[in-house]
């Protein structure tokens, strides 16, 4: 196979966008994805088979079959999870990644985001740590994200978001019903509502129509192709360079290193089940991060026995997604208009400034409910069968509102992916195993949040609220997982520089939700796509490999 | 209906009326054979998991759960995506079998509503796991997708009032204006 100057191991939100980076910039480019390119016509409206409901298995991958991972419960039992289980965690395998079927809020986070020890402190126990890079040095990546991959919103409305050069390339969707229910009444509380940033075409941008509005968005593939991820802006432009070759059902076993201990390339089965290598000048991990995790952990040699650039066992370590609380309220009247995404509203009044407790998080109502996403949000003391629930699910379908929130999660060094040390995936390769729980004050955050939720939804009339602020005795990393190969100027609390290079290995940089210190109050598709649009022009800025610049 | 396979496609109201006779549709269906059109269930496993299925979701001016065809839905994972669940149904549907006649000298298809309530808030208790597998599916057959034989001609969206098919979407929508308001 001919030897190109990039690998880059997934081709999801950051992945995507590094393979446009680098090949835009003449770097040649081997993109490997180990699941799918699926289309808008898979969007299939299957609501028990999709990437929100997994009853039936994850419509965008990776399958039940021969995917286990472990968890690793409070009494540290390990449990072989499934991926359509909860406990395993899973975020999606497919080109575009998590983005062909995200709900797609584009947050960028908020400069204190960035700074979250230098302003709160560390609490004890945990591993809570400034980021090495600040929200200015991330800010023109941020707008290049929102360009390129289109986002529509409007957060003039709001003092609570950091500088911007530019507004938002689209303007928000009309509001639905719930958005008008909720808006007035947080103004009454003294809040600052606005319309969530969305990477969905509300005009026709980038040569794609706008939403539809349909009720099948967060988990499903958009059926008319107004929800934008990489798969549909990054990486086409990516393959019309003739720069990059996109390799789908080829997923990898280790990075390979020469006896320097500088990477060679990158080890993979094809979509047949045969062994390739395929050889490269930079190896770019972008599979998110409890799979980039996994696969240094796997990578390993004489030099490195541990995994690639795991000589201080940072590596998995700080895992951590978002613990989402908020509160359902109840209504004398319809709230549900069937007027899609659903998700339309938000308050970033909370993310901080709450005394004795660090950060917060952004509040916002949540996408339509499917019927079947209703059968367990009922009013208190609500038969869990029986005909009361068969009448409670048609007296409340259409009159109940949603409001939760991302709170941004207190890291320890605890939480973490290593290798579970005997179950295989079906390639023979150890799976994941995760274990561990983020710090005990992200639930006490949490609560005050789904408090906050409740009153919010009291003002707007709700008849009767029910508050969500369940613990967690695990790490809940799910969609939202970041953390596991921390970026940081200090190697022996980190694992890559700021630059997303590890500090072990000078080829091989890890750009993904893996390198995030925190993990914010907000949804981090944007800020993963802001660090991959960084972390490339670093790349190509050092790169004085062999070729495109004389 | 000589057979469950029968060409005669009900309509919903037949259906609907069909259905009120209970487990009727469901035994007559399969005498020809032991597991009849289905994947997976006996005819017996058949009759009772629909007299708890019909306890978690009753009829009244809407189907119950096996008039929108919930045992079809379990019956077809079972032989597939759950098929990691049979040991769990087998084991439950006989215990449900056992205490009904233990408690009402017969199985739990033949008791009454109010003896079936009694025996599945009995293994609501005595057996957790498959209670709460049983409802999880249940729910899911009912409120899911047709695509997977349950929630026949979409009775239960129609229920909670939900446009079936959509009313948004394509067809009302002028892409050359933006978005509808």
């Known amino acids: 196979m001919k030897r ?239 720069n990059c070759e996109l390799r789908t059902e080829c997923i990898a076993r280790e990075i390979l290193t020469d006896d320097r201990g500088r990477a060679r390339g990158v080890a993979y089965y094809d979509a047949n089940g045969r062994l390739q290598e395929q050889l490269s000048d930079i190896v770019v991990v972008s599979a998110c991060a409890i799979e980039s995790a996994r696969l240094l952990l796997n990578s390993k040699s004489r030099l490195f026995p541990d995994g690639l650039g795991n000589r201080r066992d940072q590596v998995g370590r700080n895992l951590q997604g978002h613990h989402y609380t908020g509160a359902i309220g109840f209504f004398d009247f319809d709230t549900y208009d069937d007027v899609g995404p659903g998700a339309s509203i938000a308050i970033s009044d909370y993310n901080h400034g709450t005394p ?64 579970d040390p005997t179950v295989r995936d079906k390639w023979g390769m150890l799976v994941a195993r995760i274990s561990g729980n983020v710090h005990a004050q992200t639930y006490e955050i949490g609560l005050v949040q789904a408090q906050r939720a409740e009153a919010w939804l009291k003002e707007a009339g709700a008849a009767s609220t029910v508050i969500s602020a369940g613990k967690s005795t695990t790490v809940y990393a799910g969609q939202h997982q970041a953390g596991t190969c921390r970026m940081g100027d200090d190697p022996q609390g980190s694992v890559v520089n700021r630059n997303c290079q590890l500090h072990d290995v000078d080829n091989v940089f890890v750009i993904d939700s893996s390198v995030h210190v925190t993990n914010g109050g907000f949804n981090p598709a944007l800020t993963i796509m802001a660090v991959a649009y960084f972390a490339s022009a670093a790349l190509v800025g050092n790169w004085k490999g062999t070729g495109f610049r004389s | 209906m000589q057979s469950s396979r029968s060409s005669v496609r009900l309509t919903r109201r037949q259906f609907v009326t069909a259905g009120a006779i209970g487990g009727a549709v469901l035994a007559v269906g399969c005498s020809a054979h032991n597991h009849g059109s289905r994947d997976f269930l006996s005819d017996g496993q058949a009759l009772t998991l629909a007299a708890i299925c019909d306890r978690i979701i009753p ?59 009694e025996i599945v808030s009995a293994i609501e208790r005595q057996n957790r796991k498959f209670f709460d597998l049983v409802r999880s599916h249940t729910l899911e057959g009912y409120y899911g997708s047709p695509r997977h034989g349950g929630n026949r001609d979409a009775a239960s969206w129609r229920m909670l009032g939900l446009a079936e098919p959509p009313v948004l979407g394509r067809a009302q929508y002028d892409l050359r204006k933006g978005p509808a308001s």
């Open chain 2, 59 to 117: 009829a009244d001016d809407f189907p119950s759960a096996s008039q929108a065809g919930v045992i079809t839905y379990i019956d077809r994972q079972l032989a597939r995506t759950y098929r990691r669940h049979r040991n769990t149904y087998r084991d439950g549907l006989e215990q449900a079998d056992a205490i009904s006649r233990n408690r009402f000298g017969r199985n739990l298809a033949a008791a009454s509503a109010p003896q079936q309530v």
């Open chain 1, 356 to 419: 004795g407790l660090c950060g917060g998080g952004m509040l916002a109502n949540e996408f339509i409910r499917l019927p079947i996403q209703m059968v367990d949000r009922m009013p208190a003391g609500t038969p869990q069968w029986g005909l009361p629930h068969k009448q409670a699910m048609r007296s409340f379908y259409k009159r109940n509102i949603v409001v939760m929130g991302p709170t941004q999660p207190i890291p320890t060094a605890d939480a973490r992916v290593t290798l």
């Open chain 1, 4 to 242: 190109v100057n990039v690998v880059i191991v997934g081709a999801g939100a950051a992945g995507g966008i590094v393979a446009k980076e680098l090949s835009t910039a003449g770097l040649s480019v081997v993109l490997l994805e180990r699941g799918k390119w699926y289309t808008p016509n898979d969007c299939r409206k299957d609501d028990l088979r999709n990437q929100r409901t997994t009853v039936l298995g994850n419509a965008f991958g990776p399958e039940d079959e021969g995917n286990p991972r472990v968890l690793v419960d409070a009494e540290g039992v390990p449990h072989i999870m499934l991926p359509s289980e909860g406990g395993y965690q899973n975020n999606a395998a497919c080109v575009g990644g998590g983005t062909l079927s995200y709900g797609a809020m584009a947050w960028r986070f908020l400069p204190q985001d960035f700074r979250m020890r230098s302003i709160y402190g560390a609490p004890a126990g945990s591993s809570l740590e400034d980021w090495p890079i600040s929200y200015d040095d991330l800010e023109p990546y941020y707008e290049k994200a929102e360009y390129e991959i289109g986002i529509s919103g409007d957060d003039s409305g709001t003092p609570f978001h950091g500088p911007r050069r530019r507004p938002l390339p689209m303007p928000p969707l009309p509001p639905n019903r719930e958005f008008q229910i909720l808006e007035p009444a947080a103004k009454r509380l003294g809040l600052r509502p606005f319309p969530i940033p969305m990477a969905r075409n509300s005009v026709p941008y980038n040569g794609r129509g706008p939403c539809m509005r349909c009720r099948w968005c967060v988990g499903f593939a958009c059926e008319v192709d107004a929800k934008n991820g990489s798969q549909n802006t990054v990486i086409p432009v990516a393959l019309a360079t003739g």
